[in-house]
């Protein structure tokens, strides 16, 4: 691969200096920046008093009410299945127990009223039943005043203007929390059972594995829901923000998804380098990590990369399946999926704060990229001279992540916290594994 070797060297007093061939983005590491400790607390741990049900947060299970109306709820019956429970009445809410709840975002990112004046979007007919169903119930007016109230209190009108405002303003506001296109997963622990401090956050790597595939199924059928509901959706932006240095707002595990009218600029740069190479993905990514020897896990659909060329420490899990969208993938590629993030995330540890971003083919694209999540660590802050130069300083080089990384996999893996994987130098490493695409 020729074309790529100049994206990954080292010079003579050990500056490594890479580049994404994806985005194009120039890298370097230099030696002896110092960086933090994998996993090191971000604040000195307090001793946590305990409540039960939890109640740290407008995300835990005291405050159903504080969250916008619930979509649905994933649930296990006594007998261990899970099943989906759709727009429970608020008189059901206590009935059961939550595994993963879906709400609408409080604050939009793409509003309700963007769809509206934008597309003359109208709620579908399964939304406009919901909300009317829903307000129909006392209790539930309620609570949908009681949101709205609060939210006009947080973008600052005055208990005044609150007042002035007529029932049917408010409700008009309450629209979104039925039609709109921004939507939360919310995973059901704020800690872990046993937790005696603040810092024992249940993070993603600290699901089971079997949890950790009910969040990936349960986030994958809210983004067909988000397409099903609103036709002017071109693609779904998912992604998950890690600790308030990552931009969690709260420190309780939750996903996003946003419906956006178009592809975003990432997604559209990235197609058309793959327009010019389509095998780009094992070409330059997959073929060349096995190459520099930086492949950090693998199983039968999924494959784990410390790759290059990012501004943050990241590791990317590559699908390896045939269908390029995490929809059309079949229940045992996303287990294998699935095992790799929850891996990769449990190996990071939940003192790290992360992005999580999704990438996969847009329904409307021709071009084919392979569904791939990445993982950021914001270990890091940014400077003067990245903002200058567009050079990054990523004070983990690649190869120092995956070697972080692999001894922490091994122990987690003689522990049974992750399965369905082998790691490192275990991995069979031939070339061209991702499908994508193909017939
Ligand atoms: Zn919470």
């Not at 590791?315 to 699935?338: G, N």
Request: hydrophobic letters at 35%; proline letters at 6%; a neutral charge.
């Amino acid at each position: 691969m020729p074309e790529f070797k100049n994206m990954y060297r080292t010079l003579p007093d050990g500056t490594l200096k890479h580049i994404n061939p994806l985005t194009g983005t120039e890298v370097w590491t230099v030696p002896d920046r110092a960086h933090r400790p994998l996993n090191k607390a971000i604040h000195q741990p307090k001793a946590l008093q305990t409540t039960n049900p939890e109640n740290y947060c407008d995300f835990c299970e005291a405050n159903y009410f504080k969250t916008p109306p619930e979509k649905n709820r994933l649930i296990q019956t006594p007998d261990g299945f899970y099943q989906i429970l759709d727009h429970l009445s608020p008189d059901d809410l206590y009935n059961s127990q939550a595994i993963l709840r879906r709400v609408s975002n409080f604050f939009e990112i793409v509003t309700l009223d963007y769809w509206i004046k934008n597309h003359g979007f109208q709620k579908s007919v399964d939304q406009t039943l919901w909300q009317k169903k829903y307000l129909a119930n006392p209790r539930a007016l309620v609570h949908v005043l009681q949101m709205i109230t609060t939210k006009l209190k947080l973008i600052g009108k005055t208990s005044e203007e609150l007042t002035q405002m007529s029932q049917e303003e408010k409700l008009r506001l309450a629209e979104s929390f039925f039609g709109g296109a921004h939507e939360l997963i919310i995973v059901h622990k704020h800690f872990k059972s046993g937790a005696q401090f603040d810092t024992d956050l249940v993070s993603s790597g600290e699901l089971t594995s079997e949890e950790h595939y009910q969040y990936l199924r349960f986030s994958i059928s809210a983004l067909n829901d988000i397409y099903a509901n609103n036709r002017f959706v071109r693609y779904v932006s998912v992604f998950q923000n890690w600790l308030q240095p990552a931009g969690a707002s709260l420190e309780h595990l939750h996903r996003q998804l946003v419906g956006i009218d178009e592809w975003g600029a990432s997604i559209e740069s990235e197609l058309e380098i793959v327009r010019q190479n389509p095998n780009i993905y094992n070409e330059a990514i997959i073929n060349f990590s096995i190459a520099q020897n930086l492949i950090v896990a693998e199983n039968d659909h999924a494959i784990a990369v410390a790759e290059l060329g990012h501004r943050f420490p990241t590791l990317v899990i590559y699908s390896k399946s045939r269908q390029v969208r995490p929809e059309d993938h079949t229940a045992e590629e996303l287990r294998s999926v699935s095992d790799l993030i929850h891996a990769c995330h449990a190996a990071t540890g939940n003192q790290v704060p992360c992005n999580e971003e999704w990438y996969y083919t847009p329904r409307d694209a021709k071009v084919l990229m392979p569904w791939h999540i990445l993982i950021k660590w914001r270990t890091n802050n940014l400077a003067g001279f990245e903002g200058g130069t567009k050079i990054y300083i990523n004070p983990i080089s690649p190869m120092a992540q995956k070697n972080l990384l692999i001894p922490k996999l091994n122990e987690l893996r003689q522990q049974g916290k992750i399965k369905n994987l082998i790691i490192g130098d275990e991995c069979p490493s031939k070339p061209n594994p991702l499908l994508y695409g193909k017939k």
